[in-house]
């Protein structure tokens, strides 16, 4: 199947200096694209560089800072106007383990969406205080009962998709700009009658930087999964 493997970043130059060749290795046949929100560490530069000399790596350079929901949205056009039949999305920080990559490819072949979870057995997170686990377990269990989802980790975007499953969906109705559209991508696969299935892995801290995850991201995510859940109940 055709693949591509997305990457929407934010100043990740160091990590990307080290996962760019590592995915070009353990997924031999897949493409690579990155999203970059023009990164003031020259991210996008780099990943430039990498494309002159590997006609398997792709940028799409944005002009700035817009988001993770609508940095997806343009992952997902990308991949669909080329006629990937799969599109595995990851974060570009090695929170995501490379190795895992070949796993959710695998169970592709047997399902719509393959979401790599943290919260099946087998899966689990490494370095997390206990509140963040807490804030973490909470925000699946709000998009769960709001959405009406039953996979386990609704909030993470270490997944792969069915491009025929996501041609099914209208992405100019996501409402969600940031961190929510994880959740609202799952109720809207899950609308247009996907299947789903969890691959466990285990969730590090990220290799270089730091998180872009702030309080003000989470509230907002917490409010955009309310909104889709309010177009559910009455649309």
Same mark, same amino acid.
């Given at each position: $199947?055709?693949?591509?493997?997305?990457?929407?970043t934010?100043?990740?130059?160091?990590n990307?200096?080290?996962?760019?060749?590592?995915?070009l290795?353990?997924?031999?046949?897949?493409?690579?694209? /990155?999203?970059?929100?023009?990164?003031?560490?020259?991210? #996008?530069?780099? /990943?430039? %560089?990498?494309?002159?000399?590997?006609?398997?790596?792709?940028?799409?350079?944005?002009?700035?800072?817009?988001?993770?929901?609508? %940095?997806?949205?343009? %992952?997902?056009?990308?991949?669909?106007?080329?006629?990937?039949?799969?599109?595995?999305? $990851?974060?570009?920080?090695?929170?995501?383990?490379?190795?895992? !990559?070949?796993?959710?490819?695998?169970?592709?072949?047997?399902?719509? !969406?393959? /979401?790599?979870?943290?919260? !099946?057995?087998?899966?689990?997170?490494?370095?997390?205080?206990?509140?963040?686990?807490? $804030?973490?377990?909470?925000?699946?269990?709000?998009?769960?009962?709001?959405?009406?989802?039953?996979?386990?980790?609704?909030?993470?975007?270490?997944?792969?998709?069915?491009?025929?499953?996501?041609?099914? /969906?209208?992405?100019?109705?996501?409402?969600?700009?940031?961190?929510?559209?994880?959740?609202?991508?799952?109720?809207?696969?899950?609308?247009? #009658?996907?299947? $789903?299935?969890? !691959?466990?892995?285990?969730?590090?801290?990220?290799?270089?930087?730091?998180?872009?995850?702030?309080?003000?991201?989470?509230?907002?995510?917490?409010?955009?999964?309310?909104?889709? #859940?309010?177009?559910?109940?009455?649309?």
């Amino acid at each position: $199947m055709k693949t591509l493997i997305t990457l929407c970043t934010y100043n990740e130059r160091e990590n990307l200096a080290e996962l760019i060749p590592e995915l070009l290795t353990i997924a031999e046949s897949a493409d690579l694209l /990155v999203v970059d929100d023009n990164s003031p560490d020259g991210s #996008g530069d780099l /990943v430039a %560089a990498f494309a002159i000399k590997n006609p398997r790596v792709h940028l799409l350079r944005r002009p700035g800072k817009q988001g993770l929901g609508t %940095a997806t949205m343009a %992952a997902f056009e990308y991949g669909l106007q080329r006629n990937y039949d799969l599109l595995l999305n $990851m974060d570009a920080d090695f929170s995501h383990p490379p190795d895992v !990559v070949p796993r959710l490819l695998q169970a592709a072949t047997s399902t719509d !969406v393959a /979401v790599a979870s943290r919260y !099946v057995e087998g899966g689990g997170v490494l370095g997390w205080t206990f509140g963040r686990r807490m $804030m973490s377990r909470l925000i699946n269990i709000w998009a769960r009962t709001l959405l009406g989802l039953s996979v386990g980790d609704t909030s993470g975007s270490f997944r792969c998709y069915r491009t025929s499953l996501l041609r099914q /969906v209208d992405w100019s109705k996501a409402v969600s700009e940031g961190y929510g559209i994880q959740e609202e991508i799952l109720y809207r696969c899950r609308r247009a #009658g996907g299947s $789903m299935q969890e !691959v466990p892995f285990f969730f590090d801290d990220r290799r270089h930087g730091v998180t872009k995850i702030s309080l003000r991201e989470s509230i907002n995510a917490v409010r955009d999964i309310l909104w889709v #859940g309010f177009l559910r109940l009455f649309h």
